[in-house]
């Protein structure tokens, strides 16, 4: 039976599925073949691929270069005897692995959500009686029953529906309820157009059916999901990769250049002992201790500002990915769309009518299309038959109209309104005796009503496809409300016309009868009189349109992937400004379908995806291969998604984004960001500040560097001209520690540059420290080791002790470090074009620092632990001197470069 269970069951007919399965439709399976079939096929679980234990996980977080360094500098450091700076490295080292240790299990939390996400119950047949049984003992061959507010146990091949109507958005991207229908379908049908399945998770949002479980557990289409979440790599974020790369040549860096002093030292006839010492100073002056806290920190910065704009960061790292973005592929329903039908066009009385106003709110007006005119009785009852032929209502919730019932139905109640219809109170004039239901084979519902006023009669309303209310009228009713001819060519032209801009056409007619009537299909809904159309979209939001074109300027491509048809997605994409690889604004948009996608080889796929920015009708698997094949290309990929069906793409992503309102379960833990307002222009608010963070990174990294190289090429000169070292590895390790709480950290808060979301977004395999940014450090590292080794010499040259020199050199580090500060807030711009005033953090950090030193040259306990002495008043004129000097260069080197950069 294994091998059955992969047969393509939308092709064959529902009776033909139960005899490959051994099911009786009318019985069902009896409780010896339902235990047979559990032990052979299992519980209806899923399950995932078995990970590493918690421990293995925690273990593998101390598996990283930069944690490598901060290790030996805790041993270095505990060496030495400084227990609080050896613990608080350490501390540094555990508290980054229990944060990567829990960001590790969002993987396996994704996996349990995805599990309970199928129902707890299912109602089956189980020899001839219908009984409710858990869903995890449902088993292939079993007779599901099911009900409207049902979730599908499994998946079914359905034998039977009666007005069955399933949303399975969150598997297929489908915005609304999709019709089922019991006939057999093409082999080739599109998992979105399979309307003779069910499928495990969905929701029965209205009728009755019955169907075959063809799949349980694993071998579900939301099982496969599992596997493909299972499947996708964890990725390295852009920030981890570089700091990865940069820890293993620092790593390296600082090993060679400890070990070459050590042995140049030994081969001068130098001191093992000392020499040792030298290369341990050494060491500890090129570790960057304050990295990884001040990573940690300025995203927590950045976290804390992404929440304030409604953007909730669940993996640090995922801050600065989002700022090299560039590619974002967005779901349409929801994030780029209102998620709101609203009707924009009316066609009646042979006139076209513009309708305004977004969603479900009654704001808004109807209007002719050419200008003013006498109201029309053709308009009036087409809005009228639009408001009784319905089963939805209109209510105010938390100050925001909602719909109760279908979205189709709802933005009809809403057109009448803008006309000054009440539905209400029609619905209270016009009595509802009588109704039809809406059936997918015969695509029209229709509806009885008692006429007003006490006039004897009754009056039927037809709602439903153009073409088939069309086979149902043989006149129309003209704008002064008597009946004519009807003009089908007209019809059908103004639907194309509606159809072409994506909108859902709708064709509405009436027709009076006697007082006894009562509707039937065959009789009472021919003849009817053609009252017009409506066109209804669920339209773009505002603020998205202007978001793609930020992000588009900003040198970010947008791409809609969504299950909707492809003619509704061409007409959204066009409206929200999105075009291909060669296309202007203002063309056509092209459309790939997920049919299109399935005929492409992963190479082919990776080829053509530049170029196309809108894709419809795409099954979970393409969902993935598209992201798949956009970093193929060497793009940073950002996706958006609210359902199952988007959970694989969301993992596999540079930076998945879960809809924080109508996201599910699975798509939250597997997504790496959640919005709170489901907007696609929160994402672009968040990929400024995403930009803004790593600038802040790039400026720490660049304003640290410096003071560690200058610490170890003072000691490798110390070596070299055989002197002694101008500072100790304890003055190191308080010059690293103080300057990068004090003064470093503060870039956390510098606001982002103007001009920041101009910029084209920062290539990959653009390295973290460019031509630019590597000048700077090595011309303030140059600086250090003149100003700290040359005063160091100069005040030993004038008689003071050796204690008083090293006091001088760690000043002359702290203040070089001070005024590089002030240089380090931008890389172009000087600090008074910034405003002083503009990070007041800064300047707290600066007098901080201050303070600070006053306490380590001057304090009595700061002699005995650091070996510290008094200076007088010409030496921190030198030492200032030193600081300001250093100050004007780097901005002289600012302007020099400008037109580098």
Not at 252 to 266: D, E, H, M, P, T
Not at 734 to 756: R, S, Y
């Amino acid at each position: 039976m294994e091998t059955l269970l992969e047969k393509h069951w939308h092709h064959l007919e529902g009776s033909e599925a139960a005899r490959f399965l051994d099911a009786d439709p009318a019985r069902g399976l009896d409780e010896f073949e339902v235990e047979r079939r559990f032990q052979r096929f299992g519980e209806n679980l899923i399950s995932g691929k078995k990970g590493r234990t918690a421990l293995s996980r925690f273990m593998l977080q101390f598996h990283q270069p930069l944690v490598y360094i901060l290790i030996v500098a805790g041993v270095v450091t505990a060496i030495l005897g400084e227990w609080i700076d050896s613990g608080v490295i350490f501390g540094v080292v555990l508290v980054n692995a229990v944060v990567g240790h829990i960001q590790e299990s969002k993987a396996v939390r994704a996996l349990d959500a995805l599990a309970s996400s199928l129902s707890a119950e299912a109602l089956v047949l189980r020899a001839g009686k219908a009984v409710r049984v858990p869903a995890a003992q449902v088993v292939p061959g079993d007779v599901v029953l099911l009900r409207t507010g049902d979730k599908v146990p499994a998946d079914l091949r359905l034998l039977s529906d009666r007005e069955l109507r399933v949303d399975e958005s969150m598997l297929t991207g489908e915005s609304l309820p999709v019709d089922k229908d019991a006939a057999p379908l093409p082999r080739d049908t599109v998992l979105a157009e399979r309307r003779n399945m069910a499928y495990a998770g969905t929701l029965v949002s209205s009728g009755q059916g019955a169907g075959v479980v063809v799949a349980t557990g694993n071998r579900t289409e939301i099982g496969r999901i599992s596997e493909l979440i299972d499947a996708a790599d964890e990725l390295e974020t852009p920030l981890t990769r570089k700091i990865s790369r940069f820890s293993h040549v620092l790593l390296a860096s600082i090993l060679i250049l400890a070990a070459a002093s050590f042995v140049l030292g030994v081969l001068r006839d130098e001191p093992a002992s000392e020499m040792f010492m030298a290369a341990v100073a050494l060491a500890v002056g090129a570790i960057p201790e304050g990295l990884p806290a001040a990573v940690t920190i300025i995203l927590a910065m950045g976290v804390s500002r992404m929440a304030g704009r409604k953007a909730i960061i669940r993996r640090l790292p995922a801050v600065e990915t989002l700022g090299g973005t560039t590619v974002i592929c967005s779901d349409k329903t929801g994030t780029l769309t209102e998620n709101q039908m609203t009707v924009q066009e009316i066609f009646a009385g042979g006139a076209s009518y513009a309708v305004s106003g977004l969603g479900y709110a009654p704001e808004g007006a109807v209007e002719p299309v050419k200008g003013g005119g006498a109201p029309d009785a053709a308009l009036v009852e087409c809005l009228r038959a639009g408001a009784l032929c319905n089963d939805s209502r209109i209510r105010l919730r938390d100050g925001r109209h909602q719909v109760e019932g279908d979205p189709t139905e709802g933005a009809l109640l809403v057109s009448a309104g803008k006309y000054g219809l009440d539905a209400g109170r029609e619905q209270e004039e016009y009595a509802r005796v009588d109704v039809l239901p809406f059936e997918s084979r015969w695509r029209y519902m229709a509806t009885l009503h008692t006429l007003p006023g006490g006039k004897v009669g009754r009056v039927a309303c037809l709602k439903g496809a153009v073409e088939r209310v069309l086979d149902c009228c043989k006149s129309a009713m003209l704008p002064s409300g008597e009946v004519g001819g009807l003009d089908v060519a007209a019809v059908i032209e103004a639907q194309h016309a509606m159809a072409a801009k994506g909108l859902r056409v709708l064709a509405f007619a009436s027709k009076e009868l006697p007082e006894d009537a009562r509707l039937e299909r065959s009789e009472s809904c021919m003849g009817m009189v053609f009252l017009g159309l409506q066109g209804m979209i669920d339209p773009p939001r505002e603020e998205a349109r202007t978001a793609i074109a930020a992000c588009l300027r900003a040198g970010i491509k947008v791409k809609m992937i969504t299950g909707d048809h492809a003619r509704t997605a061409e007409a959204i994409g066009m409206r929200l400004g999105l075009r291909g690889g060669d296309c202007l604004a203002g063309e056509d948009c092209p459309v790939m379908t997920g049919r299109e996608i399935a005929e492409l080889s992963d190479a082919e796929l990776t080829r053509q995806v530049p170029g196309i920015p809108v894709f419809a009708r795409v099954s979970p698997e393409q969902k993935l291969r598209l992201v798949m094949a956009l970093q193929r290309n060497g793009e940073i990929c950002a996706m958006t998604g609210d359902g199952v069906n988007d959970a694989p793409a969301l993992k596999q992503a540079d930076i998945g984004v879960a809809m924080g309102i109508t996201g599910t379960e699975v798509a939250k833990e597997a997504a790496d960001m959640v919005l709170t307002d489901d907007n696609f222009a929160t994402i672009t608010a968040a990929v400024e500040e995403g930009r803004g963070v790593f600038a802040n990174l790039l400026k720490f990294i660049a304003w640290t560097l410096p003071t560690n190289a200058g610490e170890g090429l003072v000691i490798l000169a110390a070596v070299l001209f055989g002197v002694a070292l101008p500072i100790l590895p304890v003055q190191i390790l308080w010059i690293n520690m103080t300057t990068a709480g004090c003064l470093g950290l503060m870039l956390a808060f510098e606001p982002m540059e103007p001009g920041i979301m101009d910029r084209p977004p920062r290539r990959p395999e653009r390295p973290m420290l460019d031509r630019i940014i590597l000048r700077r450090i090595g011309i303030v590292s140059l600086l250090l080791l003149v100003s700290a080794f040359g005063l160091f010499k100069w005040e030993l040259a004038f008689g003071a002790s050796m204690e008083a020199a090293r006091t001088v050199a760690v000043n002359v580090f702290v203040m070089v470090e001070a005024f590089y500060l002030l240089n380090a807030r931008s890389f172009t711009r000087s600090p008074f074009a910034l405003g002083l005033a503009t990070n007041k953090w800064v300047l707290g950090g600066f007098w901080t620092m201050a303070a600070l030193q006053l306490f380590y040259t001057y304090a009595p306990v700061m002699h005995r632990l650091f070996s510290s002495a008094p200076l007088g008043p010409w030496q921190w004129l030198r030492i200032v001197g030193c600081g300001l000097g250093v100050y004007f260069l780097v901005e002289l080197d600012k302007k020099l470069s400008a037109s580098d950069i």
